[in-house]
């Protein structure tokens, strides 16, 4: 099931799958989307949330209590669960997964809140994995949008930046380029980036779609192989590592009974 929550100036449509975002459009220009379609000939989604782990886990197995969990996909499982709606209003709207755990991909019970809000020319999703079961869960929580890239009818992908603050020089910023081949080797990282946001900007203009980085130990860009129509900009909690525990994973928490993991995506419009 697909819903859509508007404001004065933003229309958003999310899906139960995943209680992921699919379409983000302007009122002013509704036949413009602001995020990738999910064409499968690159890449079939459009903002996945990452949990409970980030990237891909070492050889696709982790170990708990002696059993061996296999056959792991990359960033979690949380993107491919259908979600239940909880409440809908006119410029926010709420999903919930509840995981009994498993013996095959995660032995740990959880559940997880998705939440959806329009203010103003912003979308914030504040996304709660809380450990539900009895047992210390290991948790790493990380958001992969889509942006559109153009934005502009007509303007190519060598005419955007990605631009970012230099953390050691206040008031003053920095720019990634892109071109058909930025992404031939895969995603950049950026760890301990301290810059407040990352932002895919129009050169001639200067019009933006930003995202909030701040608090987010990882940083990554990517976009699909051969593809120069989206760039993702990729705030996590956690990262990929070596080993077989995901306990020990780059910036995994160690979640007790009844404690939660909350982190928030914030998508600015500046269009």
Known sequence: MEYTIENELLTLTVASHGAEMTDLRRKAAPGEPLLWDGDPAFWARHAPVLFPWCSRVEGNWFEFEGKKYENLPQHGFNRDMEHVLVKQGKDTIRFRLDWPGDEKRFPWKFSFETVHTLRGNVVETVCTGTNT?????????????????????????????????KPEAPGKTQIFPLDAHTFDHDSTCF??????????????????LRVDTQGFPYVLLWSALGCTAFVCIEPWSGFGGSGHDLAKRPGAVVLKPGESLSKTHVLTVGI
């Open 133 to 165: 079961g009895e047992k210390p869960m290991p948790a790493q929580l990380g958001f992969h949008a889509a942006l559109r890239c153009p934005f502009t009818p007509g303007k190519g992908f060598s005419d955007y930046i990605v631009r970012f603050e």
């Open 191 to 208: 760890p301990d980036l301290e810059s407040r946001w990352l932002q895919v900007e129009e050169k001639e203009t200067g019009k933006y």
